[in-house]
């Protein structure tokens, strides 16, 4: 992740010593470790490492983000990251550093966690990924594994064992060399928790005893339900794409189908409710909304599309996950228009949230900065607030005309003909309805993510519109009524499993 330089940022305390799904890490044997790049991936990996037990050098090519480090600033916002990163360094298990020969000759393991950002053609850029392995290769002073965790287009691990052997040959030396994929399955706001206790882990690689060494290295965070997942290379690649797409494709899936109650008359949260009933399903990622964004969804979509269309494959349903996430950035805009015209001059919009999520400061392809430019290209003058990324949104952004970045989400609304909810932060759904009302000059409320009560809203004279709601008013919500012997619940209702009931067994069944 690659965010405006900040101030030291603390987390929220961790207590990982005493977490219960994370086994208490055996420092009495650590591996000597080098991660490159202390972006979003590396960071959180090298801290996570460290607090293992392992010693780790964490180097950077932006001399500025390495002193910061040192400082113990961090170059982005994460929950519990700041703590963990100062702590390991008094510890002195983690120190960071410019030098790429220092991380070669530290390391037995040397992670990539380079940025692989788009390229003109939607491709995933390796130009990153291809230095280190030159530096590698410039630098190795005998055998080495190296272990991916940048996303990668499926046969990249290939090519990075391909450039650092290139490197060794013009050295005139042929050291055994391993490779492996291990990609990173992390949450922004949730990074360290998931590097913890991990889902998974998944490792790919043709070498057994690179497998080995990485199924050992996370041994502390395995379980029978967390278990390490070992493929071959390409295998691994493809799997962190397939978890992306699979994800965006929810989402969009969600996103259409609140279209759809909207226009029949139905609440997309209440049917969201009997979705994630279903075990078949699950609950997570069925929230609709202003569609997706961030570092993660939008790019790998275009880098796997890019991928298969260099294969000659049509990939239809990639195609339209993108075309329907692009229809939903765009909806805001659209309801603007369809309240305030086309043309918004002299109009004030207030928008609350511009990152792509709440809890980080990321703003790469957030949709509220989406809906601020095409707002202000339409003439009107926005108010923006987030409580964390506006550094980051003016550094996006630059200085426009008409774009005033507020310090709080009430200065926001001052005057606004329309507020307009983009990011979900927990703190806009708590302040009270009147401040609203006594602050907006319009009465409309655009909440692209159903984060706010629309019948508090509505009670004091607003107008709301949700995605996919059917009403202003907030419908009760779905009543999940215990099993009863004599099956007297309402019709329509959930009957949840109950252990102690004599029917139970069946129930399972």
């Not at 002195?92 to 950002?117: M, N, Q």
């Not at 287009?153 to 052997?165: A, K, Y």
């Not at 882990?201 to 070992?230: K, T």
């Amino acid at each position: 992740m690659n965010g405006p330089m900040q101030g030291p940022m603390q987390g929220p305390k961790h207590d990982l010593e005493q977490c219960p799904q994370v086994r208490p890490p055996d420092r009495t044997a650590p591996r000597r470790l080098a991660v490159f790049g202390a972006g979003y991936v590396g960071l959180v990996t090298a801290a996570c490492l460290a607090w293992l037990g392992h010693e780790l050098v964490c180097v950077d090519s932006q001399p500025e983000r390495v002193r910061q480090l040192r400082r113990g600033g961090l170059p982005f916002h994460e929950p519990m990251l700041g703590e963990l990163v100062q702590e390991q360094m008094r510890a002195g298990r983690l120190r960071f550093s410019s030098s790429a020969e220092e991380a070669v000759a530290h390391g037995e393991l040397l992670f990539i966690a380079v940025g692989t950002p788009t390229a003109a053609d939607g491709a995933a850029e390796l130009a990153q990924v291809m230095q280190v392995a030159d530096a590698i290769g410039r630098h190795m002073p005998g055998p080495r594994q190296v272990v991916m965790k940048s996303t990668v287009p499926v046969g990249t691990g290939e090519r990075v064992r391909q450039r650092i052997r290139e490197q060794l040959a013009l050295r005139g030396e042929s050291w055994p060399l391993g490779i492996a994929s291990n990609p990173e399955f992390l949450r922004e706001g949730l990074a360290v928790q998931d590097f913890l206790r991990p889902e998974r882990v998944v490792a790919g690689s043709d070498d057994a005893g690179l497998l080995e060494a990485l199924r050992a290295l996370h041994a502390p965070l395995l379980s029978d339900r967390r278990p390490f997942l070992a493929m071959d290379l390409r295998s691994a690649e493809l799997c962190k794409y397939a978890a992306n797409v699979m994800l965006a494709a929810r989402l969009s899936l969600m996103n259409e189908l609140a279209l759809l109650a909207e226009g029949l008359g139905a609440d997309i949260e209440q049917v969201r409710e009997g979705l994630g009933r279903d075990p078949r399903i699950g609950a997570q990622f069925l929230r609709a909304g202003c569609g997706f964004g961030g570092s993660c969804l939008p790019k790998d979509l275009r880098a796997l599309r890019h991928s298969a269309a260099a294969l000659g494959q049509a990939t239809p349903m990639l195609d339209a996950i993108a075309a329907s996430n692009e229809r939903m950035v765009g909806l805001l805009e659209t309801r603007v228009c369809e309240a305030l015209g086309e043309l918004l001059d002299g109009r004030r919009i207030a928008v609350w949230g511009l990152a792509f999520k709440p809890q980080t400061d990321d703003v790469r392809d957030s949709p509220a900065l989406a809906l601020v430019r095409a707002l202000l290209a339409r003439g009107a003058q926005v108010q923006a607030y987030d409580p964390m990324a506006g550094p980051a949104a003016r550094e996006a952004l630059g200085e426009r005309p008409g774009l005033h970045l507020a310090g709080s989400a009430l200065e926001a609304l001052q005057q606004a003909d329309v507020l307009v909810l983009v990011t979900d932060w927990p703190q806009f759904a708590e302040l009270p309805a009147e401040a609203l009302r006594d602050r907006l000059r319009g009465t409309l409320v655009l909440d692209g993510r159903n984060a706010l009560d629309g019948a508090r809203l509505a009670a004091v004279g607003l107008r709301y519109r949700g995605i996919g709601r059917a009403t202003a008013q907030a419908l009760p919500p779905v009543q999940a009524w215990p099993l009863t012997q004599d099956r007297s619940a309402p019709l329509g209702t959930a009957w949840p499993h109950r252990p102690d009931h004599a029917g139970a067994a069946w129930l399972a069944s």
